[in-house]
Nanobody, 111 residues
Framework: QVQLVESGGGLVQPGGSLRLSCAASGRAVSSENVQWYRQAPGKGRELVAVIGHLGTSLYGDSVKGRSTISRDNATNTVHLQINNLQPADTDIYYC?????WGQGSQVNVSA
C-alpha cells in the first residue's frame, strides 16, 4: 500500500516562505516522477513542480524562479520550497506519485 502524506502548509504573510513535504511509504519516490499540484475549491488543478526519477526538475510558470523541488531518498520525502508567497498562492497543495495522491496541505497567504 502506497501512502503520500503532505505537511508544512499553514498561514503565511505575503512575502514569506513555506516548505511543503511529501512523505511516501510503500514505494520509493526515486522510482518515478513526483509532482506537486495545487487546487482551490471550484478551480482546476495546476501543476506546480515536478522532480524526475533522475533528479531533474520542472516548474509551473506561476512559481518559476521562486520555488525549489527536492528529494531526500534517505527519508523517501519530496520537498517543495516556495518563496515570496503571494495571496494568489493560496491553495490546497497535493503531492502525486504515479496513481497515488496525498490528502493535500492547505496554504493560506494573507496579511
Amino acid at each position: 500500500q502506497v501512502q503520500l502524506v503532505e505537511s508544512g502548509g499553514g498561514l503565511v504573510q505575503p512575502g514569506g516562505s513555506l516548505r511543503l513535504s511529501c512523505a511516501a511509504s510503500g514505494r520509493a519516490v526515486s522510482s518515478e516522477n513526483v509532482q506537486w499540484y495545487r487546487q482551490a475549491p471550484g478551480k482546476g488543478r495546476e501543476l506546480v513542480a515536478v522532480i524526475g526519477h533522475l533528479g531533474t526538475s520542472l516548474y509551473g510558470d506561476s512559481v518559476k524562479g521562486r520555488s525549489t523541488i527536492s528529494r531526500d531518498n534517505a527519508t523517501n520525502t519530496v520537498h517543495l520550497q516556495i518563496n515570496n508567497l503571494q495571496p494568489a498562492d493560496t491553495d490546497i497543495y497535493y503531492c502525486n506519485h504515479t496513481m497515488y495522491w496525498g490528502q493535500g496541505s492547505q496554504v493560506n497567504v494573507s496579511a
